[in-house]
């Protein structure tokens, strides 16, 4: 079994087609707004593999040089995996919510708008990452990564499962109500308000797993006061797609 999850181009293929059945279907019965396939689905699928094959590897290579690994306590070692697993979450996702709020600022912000160009919010739109976006996202889960030194075969590529679902979890395009859950958790609701595009949405809601960071930061913006129909996605800026895909 770990033979086949091991091999990136098996594991990677069951992923996607488990995210197509899952968040494809939940978006079928429950979508929001009408999406139109043929002008966005061939771009999306062509981002999620550049993402695969050229992104991931690419920022891994630089993460090399640039990275640095927690100084963490020899004690935290002996905690049981799933405390373990629970700080290293907690932690990363504090360093990626201040990297996201990073490359809003103007000096980066060329770092991160490829993510922001689709016009239309759902499950696969989410996927474009800049190389130099990822480098800088990688930074705070490398931190992290010494409290899962001494874990199961599995974590590596469980955390990177998780990643995906999270990532396709926050872009979906459905009409739930979430009110509960936008108090602790990112959510569609939230992050699609992220991806405005009107001034007074710019700085709102940078979470990428918990959405407790914009609430003690003052970033955060409830779906509750937002109408949901009269939001507009995508970016203004007109680059070359090398630019996008690079983050110059
Ligand atoms: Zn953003
Ligand atoms: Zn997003």
Same mark, same amino acid.
Request: aromatic share 16%; proline share 7%; charged share 15%.
């Given at each position: 079994?770990?033979?086949?999850?091991?091999?990136?181009?098996?594991?990677?293929?069951?992923?996607?087609?488990?995210?197509?059945?899952?968040?494809?279907?939940?978006?079928?019965?429950?979508?929001?707004?009408?999406?139109?396939?043929?002008?966005?689905?061939?771009?999306d699928i062509a981002a999620t593999l550049f993402y695969v094959v050229i992104v991931a590897q690419a920022a891994q290579f630089l993460n090399r040089?640039?990275?640095?690994?927690?100084?963490?306590?020899?004690?935290?070692?002996?905690?049981?995996?799933?405390?373990?697993?629970?700080?290293?979450?907690?932690?990363?996702?504090?360093?990626?919510?201040?990297?996201?709020?990073?490359?809003?600022?103007?000096?980066?912000?060329?770092?991160?708008?490829?993510?922001? /160009?689709?016009?239309?919010?759902?499950? $696969?739109? &989410? #996927?474009?990452? +800049?190389?130099? !976006?990822?480098?800088?996202?990688? =930074?705070?889960?490398?931190?992290?990564?010494?409290?899962?030194?001494?874990?199961?075969?599995?974590?590596?590529?469980?955390?990177?499962?998780?990643?995906?679902?999270?990532?396709?979890?926050?872009?979906?395009?459905?009409?739930?109500?979430?009110?509960?859950?936008?108090?602790?958790?990112?959510?569609?609701?939230?992050?699609?308000?992220?991806?405005?595009?009107?001034?007074?949405?710019?700085?709102?809601?940078?979470?990428? /797993?918990?959405?407790?960071?914009?609430? $003690?930061? &003052? #970033?955060?913006? +409830?779906?509750? !006061?937002?109408?949901?129909?009269? =939001?507009?996605?995508?970016?203004?800026?007109?680059?070359?797609?090398?630019?996008?895909?690079?983050?110059?």
């Open positions: 079994m770990s033979r086949y999850l091991t091999n990136p181009l098996i594991f990677n293929g069951l992923l996607f087609v488990a995210l197509v059945l899952v968040f494809g279907l939940a978006e079928r019965r429950w979508r929001a707004r009408p999406i139109p396939w043929r002008s966005v689905l061939v771009a040089w640039i990275a640095v690994r927690g100084p963490w306590p020899a004690l935290l070692g002996e905690w049981p995996l799933w405390a373990r697993l629970v700080l290293y979450l907690v932690v990363a996702d504090f360093g990626a919510y201040w990297i996201h709020r990073l490359v809003h600022l103007r000096p980066f912000w060329r770092v991160h708008r490829w993510h922001h /160009l689709p016009t239309r919010m759902y499950w $696969l739109a &989410g #996927t474009r990452s +800049s190389i130099l !976006q990822q480098t800088l996202f990688n =930074l705070p889960y490398i931190f992290a990564s010494p409290l899962l030194d001494v874990s199961p075969w599995w974590i590596a590529s469980g955390l990177f499962a998780l990643m995906a679902v999270t990532n396709s979890w926050m872009h979906m395009n459905v009409r739930w109500q979430l009110g509960w859950l936008d108090w602790f958790l990112v959510t569609p609701r939230s992050h699609e308000i992220h991806h405005s595009d009107r001034p007074e949405h710019y700085q709102s809601n940078f979470g990428v /797993l918990l959405s407790v960071w914009d609430r $003690l930061f &003052g #970033t955060f913006c +409830s779906p509750r !006061q937002v109408d949901a129909s009269a =939001l507009r996605f995508g970016i203004s800026d007109k680059v070359p797609l090398a630019r996008l895909t690079i983050g110059l």
